[in-house]
């Protein structure tokens, strides 16, 4: 393969740094300036992103489909995501049956608040996260121990053993479904159907005509009222969820146990060899991302429509989750993220390609991987080695080329 | 800030102002002609929704309702000129996942006042809240699963037997008609499959001899044909579409087993033929709760028929003056009218009243959508 | 300890129901090993799951079903194996070629540039899951592809307008006709032809990968590139062989899948694709062998599974299979890479 460097390599590997860089530009600017204003400058992001479906931005929001229940999505699938990550980031072991876990914490969601009791959905979510992560260490416990690439394909058996059991064990409402999973409870006074609306008070949200603004009183969001009509509300939770698992994630990755995964990942044997017992941390990043999934599945469950089944969880869905990890950068919280809102977003946004949405994602996939093979917002130790490389290769051919080095 | 705000404040209360006003103009019209004209109603010029795969691996059966509303839109727009109607399409590709966001994005379309779908009964019962909450009203052509009608959705109708009365129709044929001792049931562990094998099975009580399921996609049917034959049955019940219908038929009928095939209306579809064979399909009865087309109808395809009918009592109620959801819903709940599917009328639950159940047979290799016998 | 034994009777009935699972479920096992033959030669070489060969089989069985329509027409008819011989054979070329060309399309768009950039393998992966939601739906947009070159006319039996996503069926259903019986189970041509043809392919492909010096280039490839490359292997034309390979038992695996079932669709390939590559998996991916058993071996769990438990619970069972094999001998059942088969 050495053989093959070809001397545009260094300029090659340019449009890959870019966003990256900038990407590391953006922080170290950030880091540069004093507390009150990075507390002002993240409180305003916050604001923004929360804002975001009342904004309604001209280019951004979807016209089909309520924008609403489109950023509910893409906060699911980023949430998704980061726990993946996770796996396959921090740990770097492939799973093709994250969809499992995502069934099972909307599965436990669904039998504790609808299917076989009535609890309220915040005492539910707690338990359905602590069923994923046992879920996750029972399936864990025996796969760990298979090699790298037999893994794929042992997750991925899992998550439609999962899918089929939910399918056909009448306890669990077999193919028919959980219906009418309550949504959690309204904050201020509940909405009485059909016409009182309730809530504590209203929000109008932002019609653009164009690119001037105006007030659109008559679709106004009731203020954390939980209720069928309204996706807003479901988003605001699950962006709080997002933004507390975020924080977590970056605690834990910058522990001990983050510095062991890593080490896992690059070398497993010299890590054991090392005294980090390799197979405890990567059981635990399984149990870990499989509660995150969980906690999203939850989530799902008693989202806007209140109804889920098993043809909710197909195997497909696993792969746009790892999709969504590897595109935005496999091992990057933020890319992640990025992917999993991608992913989520892409295909809503286009709905007017109608047939050829798929088709279109598909190639796109392709593309992004072939241009971007490390994913959109590579980790910034990726992009220091690959600099590295393409520093040594510069030098090396610089003798002939008379540097070449961009 | 505080200015822009302000100056959008005095945007929208103009922009309100206006709106009242031309409201104003319009209902003020609208007294005078209503009688007379026999009806420009408030809803003319607005839309009606449809909310079902258009896209996707089912998205034919999404084609089909949409030529049937289409064609029944056509006729009403070319007879008044004053009071147009048209259509607005939103894809859900039959997936429950997608269509939560799609029914909120209908309710909030102003120009929207009723809703033709959803299609299929996973996306009903994902939305039916959504529609109920907002008062929009809707007729599914196609969503049979019996359960949706429980949930008290007042706005939730169809125009399609559920496959509760299906069922117990395919039963009774193939103990009476057919004469069968040992019936085999099969389905494909889909919820419509399920539901409708489910009631099969109740309605044969002894003469279920034993069943199985296979699932969507899968077309290595030999294990099911080898228990249908150690079965010793003489008729076969499947629950499901006709895809995995087909080759369950086929690989029957090769496998050496004389007795009946017959499916339900998720099978009642001329592929059916083309997949099982000449020789796999001869034979086959296919049951659905609706008759054929009458010679000359302008829409093909399975639940065309029910999306023109749905749709024309949509019409018929905007003729009869409703001018908003309420009195549109209300309309609804009284109507009667032969439709090209038959007569309809709906119970209090938004079930179709009187719903008959035909049998189709594939003879001499073809289905034969003509001729079909009256099994219930 | 008390042992309980279950004679073959008590879980399936009789002997003759056990010898029609079996036999059942080898048909099918012989299939999948056909197309596990692409994971494994792809996996043997590269170290990837190559998720796309799934539709490299699914564009092989629209081929056949084009061909039958091409040569036969549109009028369905039913024939026994020999009636349809002629036709056969001539769908088999025209499937092995298509299966082929999709396979090297796919090494040259989805893999070559990854690998030319020495990429990371999981990249590679969702190169190839990306291709395959193209490649899958391409085949579903197949009506407005000819509506756009103006052809919708000319394609309409090739297309199904409208319907493009919908079940296609080789005109001519091909009846099996029984052969002679075992033990009161009766063998029919078809099932005969199914399972002899994949191993008389996969025994071909053995001693091609064993004897020719093109194998050997495979096997050195698989064992280690690097060198490979010093001695000269072109290791690009290698990893070409490889997919070419890979796409033309696919094209095989088409053709008898159409014998068999005789209907596909734009999504046929995924579930068979799950399928093919648990087969590779189970008996050891990169090993011929191993994918020729871990496919029979499949197919016969399956359908002994369905007897058992019921068709619902066949994917778990044939799943759990997997799990067990793994956790017993964790590189798959002959566990032998492609690099260190023996010559």
């Not at chain 1, 609306?197 to 106004?220: C, M, N």
Request: aromatic share 10%.
């Amino acid at each position: 393969m050495a053989t093959q460097t070809q001397p545009p390599v260094g300029t090659w590997r340019n449009p890959l740094a870019v966003i990256g860089d900038k990407w590391d530009g953006v922080v170290n600017a950030y880091n540069r300036q004093p507390l009150l204003v990075r507390a002002l400058l993240i409180a305003l992001v916050l604001v923004l992103v929360y804002a975001l479906p009342l904004l309604r931005p001209p280019v951004l929001t979807t016209q089909n489909i309520d924008f609403g229940g489109v950023m509910f999505r893409v906060a699911a699938f980023a949430l998704v995501a980061l726990g993946l990550n996770i796996v396959i980031g921090y740990a770097g072991l492939l799973d093709l049956g994250y969809v499992g876990f995502y069934a099972t914490g909307a599965y436990t969601t669904g039998v504790l608040t609808a299917q076989h009791g009535s609890w309220p959905f915040f005492l539910a979510l707690p338990i359905a996260i602590v069923v994923t992560m046992i879920t996750g260490v029972i399936l864990g416990a025996p796969t760990l121990r298979v090699r790298g690439d037999y893994l794929a394909i042992v997750t991925l058996g899992f998550g439609e053993i999962i899918r089929i059991c939910v399918k056909n064990i009448e306890w669990l409402g077999a193919s028919a479904g959980i219906k009418d999973i309550p949504h959690p409870n309204t904050i201020g006074p509940a909405a009485n159907p059909p016409f009182d609306k309730g809530g504590l008070f209203e929000i109008p949200r932002v019609q653009w005509d164009g690119l001037t603004p105006s007030l659109d009183y008559d679709h106004a969001t009731h203020f954390l009222v939980f209720g069928a009509l309204d996706a807003i509300p479901y988003y605001w939770l699950l962006l709080t969820a997002l933004i507390l698992v975020l924080i977590g994630d970056r605690l834990i990755k910058a522990s001990r146990v983050g510095r062991a995964w890593e080490a896992t990942r690059e070398d497993e044997d010299a890590a054991e060899l090392m005294g980090v017992p390799t197979f405890k941390y990567k059981l635990m990043a399984f149990a870990l991302g499989a509660a995150i999934g969980g906690l999203s599945g939850a989530f799902y469950a008693s989202g806007q429509g209140g109804y889920i089944s098993p043809d909710s969880f197909p195997l497909l869905l696993s792969m746009l989750f790892v999709a969504a990890v590897i595109v935005g950068g496999s091992g990057n919280r933020w890319g992640a993220i990025a992917g999993g809102a991608l992913v989520a977003y892409l295909p809503e946004r286009f709905r007017e390609f109608a047939d050829y949405r798929l088709l279109v994602f598909g190639l796109a996939l392709t593309v992004l991987a072939v241009w971007k093979p490390d994913g959109l917002l590579p980790p910034r130790r990726v992009r220091r080695a690959k600099a590295a490389e393409a520093e040594i290769d510069a030098l090396e051919l610089g003798e002939d080329d008379g540097g070449v080095k961009a | 800030m505080i200015r822009s705000t302000k100056s959008l404040r005095t945007l929208a209360a103009l922009a309100g102002v206006a709106a009242l006003t031309l409201s104003a103009c319009g209902s003020s019209d609208d007294d005078g002609d209503k009688k007379s004209a026999g009806g420009a109603s408030e809803l003319c010029g607005k839309n009606l929704a449809f909310l079902g795969a258009l896209t996707g691996d089912a998205g034919a059966l999404g084609q089909n309702m949409v030529n049937g509303i289409e064609l029944a839109l056509k006729e009403h727009n070319d007879k008044n000129a004053d009071c147009k109607i048209s259509l607005k399409k939103f894809d859900s590709q039959g997936s429950p996942d997608n269509a939560p966001g799609l029914a909120t994005q209908i309710v909030n379309d102003d120009s929207i006042f009723g809703l033709v779908g959803p299609g299929f009964s996973g996306e009903s019962l994902a939305t039916g809240k959504t529609f109920f909450e907002a008062g929009l009203p809707s007729i599914s052509p196609s969503a049979t699963n019996v359960t949706i009608t429980d949930q008290g959705w007042t706005t939730w109708h169809r125009v399609i037997g559920n496959d509760d009365a299906q069922g117990k129709a395919d039963a009774g044929y193939l103990t009476g008609k057919v004469g069968a001792k040992k019936v085999f049931v099969v389905d494909d562990g889909q919820d419509y499959s399920k539901g409708l094998a489910g009631t099969v099975k109740d309605a044969l009580g002894d003469a279920l001899v034993d069943s199985d399921q296979i699932s969507v996609g899968d077309t290595n049917m030999s294990a099911v044909v080898q228990a249908v034959k150690s079965s010793g049955a003489d008729a076969v019940f499947y629950g499901g579409y006709y895809t995995e219908a087909g080759l369950l038929a086929k690989q029957l009928r090769q496998g050496g087993f004389k007795g009946t095939f017959m499916s339900g209306d998720g099978s009642e579809d001329p592929n059916f033929v083309k997949v099982a064979g000449k020789e796999g399909a001869e034979g086959a009865v296919l049951s659905a709760p609706a008759g054929p087309a009458p010679s000359g109808f302008g829409a093909t395809g399975l639940y065309a028929t029910q999306a023109y009918d749905a749709t024309n009592i949509f019409l018929a109620g905007i003729e009869d003056g409703a001018s908003n959801g309420e009195e549109l819903n209300k309309f609804i709940g009284s109507y009667t009218g032969d439709g090209v599917s038959g007569p309809i009328a709906f119970d209090d639950k938004g079930d179709i009243k009187e719903s008959k159940i035909y049998a189709y047979f594939v003879k001499s290799g073809e289905l034969d959508v003509a001729n079909p016998e009256v099994i219930e | 300890m008390t042992v309980t034994t279950y004679s073959v009777h008590d879980l399936f009935g009789s002997f003759d129901n056990f010898a029609s699972y079996t036999t059942g479920g080898l048909v099918y096992g012989a299939i999948y090993a056909l197309i596990a033959l692409g994971y494994t030669m792809v996996y043997g070489v590269l170290q990837l799951i190559n998720f796309a060969h799934s539709e490299v089989f699914m564009y092989g069985t629209f081929a056949v079903a084009w061909t039958f329509v091409f040569l036969h027409g549109t009028d369905s008819a039913s024939q026994s194996l020999g009636e349809a011989l002629p036709i056969l054979l001539v769908a088999l070329l025209v499937a092995m070629f298509v299966s082929a060309l999709v396979a090297l399309l796919l090494e040259r768009v989805a893999y070559r540039p990854l690998i030319n950039k020495n990429a990371p393998k999981l990249i590679a992966l969702i190169s190839a899951i990306g291709a395959s939601f193209a490649l899958a739906e391409a085949m579903g947009l197949r009506d407005r592809f000819a509506k756009w070159v103006g052809l919708d006319d000319n394609l309409k039996d090739y297309v199904s307008p409208e319907k493009a996503r919908d079940v296609y069926s080789n005109p001519v259903t091909i009846n099996p006709h029984d052969l002679f019986s075992i033990g009161g189970y009766t063998v029919t041509d078809v099932d005969l032809v199914v399972i002899g043809a994949a191993i008389l392919m996969m025994v071909a492909l053995d001693q091609f990968v064993r004897r020719t010096r093109f194998g050997r280039g495979i096997r050195a490839v698989a064992q280690d590139p690097e060198s490979a490359a010093l001695m000269g292997v072109n290791s690009t034309r290698v990893v070409q062989v490889t997919f070419l390979i890979g796409g033309l038992m696919a094209g095989v695996a088409a053709t008898l899948y159409m014998l068999k079932i005789g209907s596909t669709r734009q999504n046929a390939g995924f579930i068979l694709g799950v399928k093919a590559f648990t087969a590779a998996v189970m008996g050891g991916i990169g090993n011929l062998r191993g994918a020729l058993l871990g496919g029979l071996l499949l197919g016969v769990m399956e359908n002994w599974g369905s007897a058992v438990f019921g068709s619902q619970w066949k994917d778990v069972v044939a799943f759990v299979l997997l799990v067990l094999i793994l956790l017993v001998r964790p590189s798959g059942l002959l566990g032998e890479a492609l690099g260190k088969a023996r010559a």
